[in-house]
C-alpha cells in the first residue's frame, strides 16, 4: 500500500512541475530586446535596417517596422513567429523610392512581441534623415597615363562626407585619403595597375559612398602603356633542394619531407600565405604621405631579377611549377647593408616564408616598401624609420639561390614595379607635378604667374611619351 501513495505523490509532484514550468514560459514579464545594428540617422535608396530581435523566456511572436513621414505610416517588416522564436536576424531593406518617401525627415519604428501572456512589448523609435542623392565626384587630376605593372595617382572631390571612397580597378579597390590642395578639402587615392592590363582593356573607377549608404561612381579617364616582361626558366637542382628546404621545415611543419613536394609546396601554397600577409601588413598605413623624394635603390648593386618575370622552374628535365616574380633582386656584397628605400614606419618585421626575414615599411597612404631574404633585422615593428636608414643586412633567408636583395613596392597591399619609384622624372610626372599642377589649375592667380613652366611640362611630357 505503502508503495502506492508514493507512486501517486511522485506523479503529483511531477505534473505540478510540469505545470509550473508551462506557466513560467507563458506568464513572464521579461520584454523582447531590440538591437539594432547600425547607425540609422541617415538613410538612403536601398539601405537595410540590420536589426536582432531576442526573447529567452517565452520566445519572440511578431516584429513589425514601419517608416513613417508626414503622418503617413508604410510597413517595412511584418514577421510572426507563431512557435516562438529565442532570437532572430532580420535586414528588412528601405525601397524608400518605390514607398514614394522624399529627401528629409521621418520615423523608423520597431516594435517586437513575446508569446508571454501579457504580450510584452518593446518599441524603439529612430529619428532618421532620408538623403536619395549619391555623392557628387568631380576629377581634379589630369593625365593618367599609367604603366601595366606601374602605380597610378589621382586626385578627386566629392560633394559630401563619405564613409567610404576609393579607386576601382577591375575587382581591386584601393582607398582614396583625405587630401587638401591650397586649404580646399579632396582626395587622393594611389592604384596598382595589373601587369597584364592593356590598352583600352582596363577599368578604373573612383567610388564613394555616403553616410546614408547611396553609392556613386566615375569612370577615370585614363592610357595604358602595355609591357613586355621577361620569361625566366630556373633549374632546381637536388643539391640545392635538400639543402634549402630544411629551413622551411623549421618553421613550418607541414612542409612535406622530400625535396621536390617541399619545394612545390613552398612556392605555391606557402607564396599564397605570405601574399595575404604581406597585403594585411600592407593595409597598416597611414593615411598621409610619409615619403620624400625618388626611393633610394640599393647601393653598388647589380639587378639580377626584374618585375613581373614569369619564372618556370625546372627539376631533372622538367617544368614543374611556375611563378611571377613581383619584385627586383639586387645584389652587392655579402651581408650588405639594407636602407629603408624612405621614411615611414616600419610595419612589418620577422620571417616570412619564401621571402626570409623580411621588413616592411609603411610609406602612407596604402604606399609600402619590402625587403627580402635578409641575414638579419635591426629594426622593429611600429619603428619610424628615415629615408637611408638601415633596417638590416642582405642575406639568402627563405626562397633565394645566394645573397641578394629582393625589394619589392606595395600600392594598397599590391605589388607594384618598384623602377618608377626610383625615377625622379616619373615621380614629378606622376605623383608630386600632379599635386602642384592641379593646385595651380585651381588657382587662376598662380596658373598665370607661372605660364612658362606649365608650358615647358607639357613639351617634356610629349618628349617622354
Ligand atoms: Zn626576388
Redesign the pocket.
Given at each position: 500500500m505503502n508503495r502506492m501513495y508514493l507512486l501517486l505523490f511522485g506523479l503529483a509532484i511531477a505534473l505540478a512541475g510540469t505545470a509550473l514550468w508551462a506557466f513560467n514560459t507563458v506568464l513572464e514579464f521579461e520584454k523582447p530586446a531590440i538591437d539594432l545594428k547600425e547607425d540609422l540617422s541617415t538613410i538612403g535608396q536601398g539601405r537595410f535596417i540590420a536589426l536582432s530581435v531576442s526573447d529567452q523566456k517565452s520566445g519572440i511572436r511578431s516584429v513589425s517596422a514601419t517608416i513613417s513621414q508626414d503622418g503617413k505610416d508604410h510597413v517595412v517588416l511584418s514577421e510572426n513567429y507563431p512557435g516562438g522564436t529565442r532570437e532572430q536576424a532580420l535586414s528588412p531593406e528601405l525601397n524608400l523610392r518605390g514607398l514614394h518617401l522624399k529627401d528629409g525627415p521621418a520615423t523608423i519604428t520597431i516594435t517586437a512581441e513575446d508569446h508571454s501572456w501579457l504580450k510584452n512589448r518593446t518599441t524603439l523609435a529612430v529619428e532618421t534623415s532620408i538623403d536619395t542623392v549619391p555623392p557628387q565626384i568631380g576629377l581634379i587630376s589630369s593625365a593618367h597615363n599609367v604603366n601595366a605593372g606601374g602605380t597610378g595617382v589621382a586626385l578627386y572631390r566629392v560633394s559630401e562626407e563619405v564613409t567610404r571612397t576609393g579607386i576601382r580597378v577591375g575587382d581591386r579597390f584601393f582607398q582614396g585619403y583625405p587630401y587638401a590642395i591650397q586649404a580646399k578639402p579632396c582626395h587622393i587615392a594611389y592604384f596598382a595597375i595589373p601587369v597584364s592590363a592593356s590598352k583600352g582593356g582596363l577599368k578604373i573607377l573612383i567610388t564613394a559612398r555616403d553616410k546614408a549608404g547611396n553609392e556613386s561612381s566615375v569612370i577615370l579617364p585614363h592610357l595604358v602603356r602595355e609591357k613586355k616582361f621577361k620569361d625566366d626558366k630556373i633549374t632546381l637542382s637536388r643539391a640545392f633542394l635538400e639543402q634549402k628546404m630544411p629551413e622551411f621545415r623549421q618553421h613550418d611543419s607541414r612542409v612535406p619531407a622530400t625535396p621536390l613536394e617541399a619545394f612545390l609546396f613552398v612556392n605555391e601554397t606557402l607564396r599564397v600565405e605570405n601574399a595575404r600577409t604581406i597585403q594585411a601588413a600592407g593595409s597598416k598605413t597611414q593615411p598621409k604621405a610619409l615619403w620624400e623624394g625618388t626611393f633610394l635603390r640599393m647601393k653598388n648593386a647589380a639587378p639580377m631579377?626584374g618585375f613581373a618575370q614569369e619564372r618556370t622552374y625546372l627539376f631533372e628535365g622538367m617544368a614543374v611549377s611556375k611563378s611571377t616574380?613581383l619584385?627586383?633582386?639586387l645584389a652587392s656584397t655579402e651581408r650588405a647593408p639594407i636602407e629603408s628605400a624612405n621614411s615611414g614606419v616600419v610595419v612589418h618585421a620577422g620571417y616570412l616564408g619564401i621571402y626570409g626575414n623580411t621588413v616592411i615599411v609603411d610609406h602612407g597612404l596604402g604606399l609600402s616598401s619590402l625587403y627580402?631574404h635578409l641575414s638579419d633585422i635591426s629594426v622593429k615593428i611600429g619603428q619610424n624609420v628615415a629615408r637611408g636608414e638601415t633596417l638590416g643586412s642582405s642575406g639568402s633567408t627563405g626562397l633565394?639561390g645566394g645573397d641578394?636583395l629582393?625589394f619589392s613596392i606595395l600600392v594598397g597591399g599590391e605589388f607594384v614595379n618598384p623602377t618608377e619609384w626610383w625615377d625622379a622624372h616619373w615621380i614629378r610626372d606622376n605623383v608630386t607635378g600632379k599635386l602642384t599642377e592641379t593646385a595651380s589649375q585651381e588657382a587662376p592667380a598662380t596658373q598665370k604667374a607661372q605660364p612658362a613652366k606649365a608650358k615647358a611640362k607639357g613639351k617634356k611630357k610629349k618628349a617622354r611619351g
Open positions: 631579377a616574380h619584385g627586383v633582386d627580402a633565394a641578394h629582393h
